[in-house]
């Protein structure tokens, strides 16, 4: 597991459409157990049908959710993919492409599962997080701008 640089952690931080309850603690504790991956253009990070294990939080790039309504919803910095297999424990719903090459925390189920257990607030953040952002996502699917 690499350091995180602090623009990595600004970028988190500061994101509107991100985990947004997360404190800059938080997202230190998070970077320093999590894995860092990278993907080339084109390359999935997220197989439908298979479970994800945990979550990726993407730090550069953006990734495109391949969805069979044949719309593609945008997943940009800061914001996470893999959520839903990793909250019920079932294969991913949907392939998520890199649009361009990313790079992205990967934080596995175990991993979070301790930190969570070790700091209860984390995980109460995290989750509130990971909630916000579904609303979001499904609020933007129903009322397309």
């Known amino acids: 597991m690499q350091k995180s640089s602090q623009t990595d952690l600004s970028v988190l931080a500061a994101s509107k459409r991100g985990l947004v309850f997360l404190t800059p603690n938080d997202f230190n504790l998070l970077a320093d157990k999590a894995s860092r991956v990278k993907f080339k253009k084109g390359e ?33 910095p800061a914001e996470i993919c893999g959520e839903i297999s990793f909250l019920d424990e079932l294969p991913a719903t949907a392939n998520v492409v890199a649009a361009e090459p990313v790079e992205a925390f990967y934080l596995d189920s175990p991993t979070l599962q301790t930190l969570f257990e070790l700091f209860p607030h984390l995980g109460s953040r995290f989750y509130r997080s990971l909630a916000s952002s579904l609303s979001r996502r499904m609020r933007e699917m129903i009322n397309p701008k």
């Open 44 to 76: 999935a990070i997220v197989h439908k049908g298979k479970r994800t294990h945990g979550v990726y939080l993407l730090l550069k790039g953006s990734a495109k959710v391949e969805l069979t309504s044949g719309k593609s919803p945008q997943i940009a």
